[in-house]
């Protein structure tokens, strides 16, 4: 079932609403030149519900839709640990980050090091985060995109990959670089309304063609029946897929780094809540965003159990010609992570495909627009201006950004095409990603909530995690990667432990931060909101367990 004109029709209508809109919201004021503030922060003007969407649609993209139900396919239901675990985890950020960043008036996550330990560790992590965004993320989510994009509109042999890698670059481009996070975050607000409904249409339309009767909830209900493996959470030593999510240590141990690290550090992730109009703002938003994660499984997990449902074919299943022969590689493996495109290109309706592909380009093009910004806010405030630049006024600042955009961008594109097909591509970012954050992570925890911890030691810490977590990986104990980042994360705090207490001159040190109860006071609005998250966290837990 391939592209038609009426769906032709709605994807470029997207196209040009979302440009058009992103352009017309960032437009200078009569009277105001647009300064850094207004480029990287938005002008601190951004309401709850422009956050928590914001933060959803940087968060979802190719990865989600394209390598989430890749590994739903091969996983099950367990990968959404990531998403139901992020809800919890967003809560903790609102309630314990936050505040500290907003009361510092941070434009980067690099800038809290910087007060808090020193200007060398900061360029460090600036030089290390630059590189991750543009040979890591932006990338991955090009590349992916890309892939999903020729096998819903071409015939899936690749030779439109590339066209759709530079086709989503441009439309990120058309209106991020000159609008910056203002353009990035009102235009998100639509996006991540499309993401959702797309998704939502598509998990229903695959699984009114599970049973050759065309009920969804005969489908569902044959889906879970027959695949009722892929309904737990907790994945037991025996299940294939253990090592990627070692049972009950992803609710205890790994997980946590990989998300502590994400949504409390991550320069593309938090940016939006600095940005907010004020603290109450940014909590809010965070709770928002939290509600949010936990339907974004129904999106994103549920069709890759449907696909793996039809590529079994299980007594009851709908006859599907082709259907193995659409996931399998010449070498005879699964090609996991076309589960969710495959979907589209079959059974989504004319007019519906061409709203859906709009849905996943949305959820591809925000991801891209957030990445580029926070990549130009880093390399402009933490490498340009102090190093290159150090007297730069407003405009040069704004300039610079966008410059720097472009070029990450054009350097994204050019290398996403060599990553090739790496089987669930989102498993292998969150291993590869692993390597580094629990250092990283752990230079924050001890920073931000030990006075003691002293620069050298947090230097120490963050290089010498490194080496711990490349020798874990190289060990001859077989651990899960997860495990791996817990163990590197409990041995980098230790490490930092010792050496400040060997180091410190004074009894803390003297950047350390004040803790007061104050400081962590939320309202009630946000206090009732975290509480019913995580209720409905853990009942979700408790059914699918």
Known sequence: MKFEFLDYFIFIGYILVIVSLGLWVSRDKKGHTKDSKDYFLAGKSLP??????????????????????????????????YEWMAAITLIIVGKFFLPIFIEKELFTIPQFIEKRFSENLKTILAVFWVSLFIFVNLTSVLFLGGKAIDTIVGIGDGTLIFPAILGLALIAAAYSLYGGLSAVAWTDVLQVILL???????????????????????????????????????LSRDNPEYFNLPGIAVLIGGMWVANLYYWGFNQYIIQRTLAAKSIKEAQRGIAFAAFLKLIIPLIVVIPGIVAFVMFSQPEGTAIIPGVKEAFSNIDGSINYDKAYPWLISEFIPVGLKGLVLAALTAAIVSSLASMLNSTSTIFTMDIYKPYLHKNSDEKRLVSVGRISSAVALVIAVALAPLLGNIPQMFQYIQEYTGLVSPGILGVFLMGLFWKKTTNKAAIIGVIGSTFVALLLKASVVDLPWMDQMFYTLIITMVIITGVSLLTSENDDDPKGISITAKLFRTDSVFNILAYVIIVITSVLYAIFW
């Not at 989430?68 to 099950?76: D, E, N, Q, W």
């Not at 009767?213 to 009722?228: E, F, P, Q, R």
């Open 48 to 81: 709850w519900w422009a956050i928590g969407a914001s933060l959803i649609a940087a968060n979802i993209s190719a990865e989600q839709f394209i390598g989430m139900s890749g590994s739903g396919f091969a996983v099950g239901l367990a990968i959404a640990s």
């Open 196 to 234: 959702v409904v797309g998704g939502l249409i598509t998990s229903i339309i695959a699984l009114s063609h599970v049973t050759p009767d065309g009920n969804i909830m005969s489908g569902l209900s044959h889906v879970y029946d027959t695949a009722g493996d892929k309904f737990h959470m907790i």
